[in-house]
C-alpha cells in the first residue's frame, strides 16, 4: 500500500510538471532591467492600468489581455474627458466601438499586439489590476521608474520563486 502512495505521489508530481507552461504577466524595471515579480494568469485575462492624465486630470483607463502564446494586446481603453494624447480616428479601424456609459468613454475591439508597454510611473495614483487584486505601482517601482510590462510563459510554480510581493496590494 505505501508503495502504491508512493508511486502515485511521484506520477502526480510528474503530471503537475509536465502540464506545461502557463501565462504570467511580468513587471519589469525597465531602466535596471530588472524583474521585479510576476502575476499568473489564465489565457484569455484581462488586466489593467489605471490613472489620473495629466493633463485633463482625469481617470483613463487601458485594458490588455493574454493573447494566447503571442503576448498581449490592448483590448480597450477608457478615459473621462477628450484631450490630450487621446486617440481619436477610431472611426478608421474595423470593429472598434466607441460607448459613453457612467461618465466613461470606452473604446473597444482594439486587438492591437503588443509585446510590451512601458508606463512613466510618475506618480502615486498609478494601479494595476491583474488576477483578482490591485497593486498601487508607486509601493511596487520608485517614482520616476519606467515600468515595463509583458506577457511570459512559465511552469506553474513560477509563481513561489518570481511572484510580485505583497507591497501596495489591496484585495479587489
Known sequence: MRKRLSVFFLLLMVGLVLIGPHPYLELHDFHRQKLLGVVPLQIQDQFQIEWIHSV???PWRET?????????ELAATSFQSYGAGVPVHFQDQQGVQ?????????VTGLH????QVLYLI????YMLRAGGRTWKLADVVPLGSSLGLSVGWYPWWYRFTAGLNE???TQG
Open 167 to 169: 507591497r501596495g496590494v
Open 64 to 72: 490588455y489581455k493574454v493573447a494566447g502564446f503571442s503576448g498581449m
Open 112 to 115: 492591437e499586439k503588443r509585446d
Open 98 to 106: 466607441v460607448k459613453v456609459q457612467d461618465g466613461w468613454i470606452t
Open 122 to 125: 510618475t506618480r502615486d495614483d
Open 56 to 58: 485633463e486630470l482625469t
